[in-house]
Nanobody, 123 residues
Framework: QVQLVESGGGLVQAGGSLRLSCAAS????????MGWFRQAPGKERELVAA????????YYRDSVKGRFTISRDNAKSTVYLQMNSLKPEDTAVYYCAANNWLPALQTGRVDYWGQGTQVTVSS
């Protein structure tokens, strides 16, 4: 089993920044496209950002474009989500996810999930 462990969540004021990290327990990390999903209470899970195996292709949900940046360090088997200009509507549990095929992540199909990390943005 591939284990994904998120960190970096917390409480921040609107306009602030956080950086989430997701560390994978898999030496073949480079074979996985990675993504960040989020789920707010009473809401459906939604894909926030995704990145291809090489890092050459990225995807962002429209609501976070220009504010969030996804990146990866394959040598460290870690994917990051830099979140700037945070808004209260960004409040959610954020989940790291892995799939062998980036388009599958974009359709919500996930091979491995992280446990989630809470991000709370106060107004």
């Amino acid at each position: 089993q591939v284990q994904l462990v998120e960190s970096g969540g917390g409480l921040v004021q609107a306009g602030g920044s956080l950086r989430l990290s997701c560390a994978a327990s898999e030496r073949t990390f480079i074979t996985y496209a990675m993504g960040w999903f989020r789920q707010a209470p009473g809401k459906e899970r939604e894909l926030v950002a995704a990145i291809s195996q090489s890092g050459g292709t990225t995807y962002y949900r429209d609501s976070v474009k220009g504010r969030f940046t996804i990146s990866r360090d394959n040598a460290k088997s870690t994917v990051y989500l830099q979140m700037n200009s945070l808004k209260p509507e960004d409040t959610a549990v954020y989940y790291c996810a892995a799939n062998n095929w980036l388009p599958a992540l974009q359709t919500g199909r996930v091979d491995y999930w992280g446990q989630g990390t809470q991000v709370t943005v106060s107004s």
